[in-house]
């Protein structure tokens, strides 16, 4: 398997095991999430998609791999200004209510439809929780960044290839 189909492969482990790792964290644990917390579970599904299809078609496409770099790439960047965001901006107000998050998650319908997943319980105070001493939004942050510098690894090395 050659490098780039490694980083797409996972980037896909990577957001998989994020998204896992929030579900368990609100279902097992009783976390509460807020708009901004919900966002960026559809970011990382998002995210995992693009890189599973690129790392299955990316040895019967050509841009297959190159596309999914750069659209998980893009979606990474996205959910570094979301985790961001949450942590040094709403995380510190009494509500995120009306907020980019808030209005897309509910707009969308997301939240109703798929409560288990999407639902939005708390307001970004309340949801700032630690997690060994660093906050969440921060591991957010890490992991959105991780997944960046992978997908910018996997489109040099297509780039070179």
């Not at 998204?19 to 901004?36: K, Y």
């Not at 960026?40 to 299809?53: C, F, G, M, N, P």
């Not at 750069?70 to 995380?91: C, E, H, T």
Request: glycine share 10%.
């Amino acid at each position: 398997m050659t490098l780039p189909r490694r980083c797409l492969l996972l980037i896909f482990l990577l957001s998989t095991a994020g998204l896992v790792v929030a579900l368990l964290s609100q279902h097992v644990l009783g976390m509460r999430p807020c708009a901004w917390c919900v966002f960026q579970r559809l970011i990382l599904l998002a995210v995992a998609a693009s890189s599973l299809l690129g790392w299955l078609l990316g040895t019967r496409a050509r841009t297959a791999g190159p596309l999914a770099a750069i659209v998980s790439g893009a979606l990474g960047l996205g959910g570094i200004v979301s985790a961001w965001y949450q942590y040094s901006v709403a995380a510190v107000q009494f509500s995120c209510e009306q907020t980019f998050a808030d209005r897309f998650m509910s707009g969308s319908g997301l939240d109703a439809a798929l409560p288990w997943l999407f639902g939005i319980y708390a307001t970004c105070m309340d949801a700032r929780v630690n997690l060994l001493g660093i906050e969440y939004a921060l591991w957010g942050l890490g992991l959105f960044a991780a997944i960046t510098v992978l997908s910018v690894l996997a489109l040099l090395k297509h780039v070179r290839a």
